[in-house]
C-alpha cells in the first residue's frame, strides 16, 4: 500500500521558518513528480511548489516564489519544502502529492495526482 507521510508541520511566528518532509513508500520514487499542496480553511486546495521526476525542473505558486524550496533524495524516497519568511497567509494545512506524469493533471482548479498524503499543519502568528 502506497503511503505519503508528511512530518515537519508546527506553529511559528510570522518571519520564521519551517522544513516539511514527505516520506514516500513508492518503488520507483525517481519516477515519480512530486509536489506540496496546501488548504487553508474555507479555500480551495492549491499547488505550492512541484519538482519534476526528470531533472529535478520545480515550479512555484506565485505566492511563495522566493520564499519557499522544493527539493528531492530519490535515495531516501522523500521530498522537503523548505518554508522561510512565513507570513499568516501561509497558516494552511500542507499536503504532499505524487504523480507518475511529468505534471499533475489539473482541471478547473481541481489537482488529481496519483496519490496524496495525510496532510500537515503549519500555523503562523503574527
Known amino acids: 500500500q502506497v503511503q505519503l507521510v508528511e512530518s515537519g508541520g508546527g506553529s511559528v511566528l510570522a518571519g520564521g521558518s519551517l522544513r516539511l518532509s514527505c516520506a514516500a513508500s513508492l518503488r520507483t520514487f525517481s519516477s515519480y513528480t512530486m509536489g506540496w499542496f496546501r488548504q487553508a480553511p474555507g479555500k480551495e486546495r492549491e499547488s505550492v511548489a512541484i519538482?519534476?521526476?526528470?531533472?529535478?525542473?520545480?515550479y512555484y505558486g506565485d505566492s511563495v516564489k522566493g520564499r519557499f524550496t522544493i527539493s528531492r533524495d530519490n535515495a531516501k524516497n522523500t521530498v522537503y519544502l523548505q518554508m522561510n519568511s512565513l507570513k499568516p497567509g501561509d497558516t494552511a494545512v500542507y499536503y504532499c502529492?505524487?504523480?507518475?506524469?511529468?505534471?499533475?493533471?489539473?482541471?478547473?482548479?481541481?489537482?488529481?495526482?496519483?496519490?496524496w498524503g495525510q496532510g500537515t499543519q503549519v500555523t503562523v502568528s503574527s
Open positions: 519538482i519534476r521526476r526528470s531533472g529535478g525542473v520545480t
Open positions: 502529492a505524487a504523480t507518475l506524469r511529468e505534471t499533475f493533471p489539473c482541471y478547473s482548479g481541481t489537482c488529481y495526482p496519483d496519490y
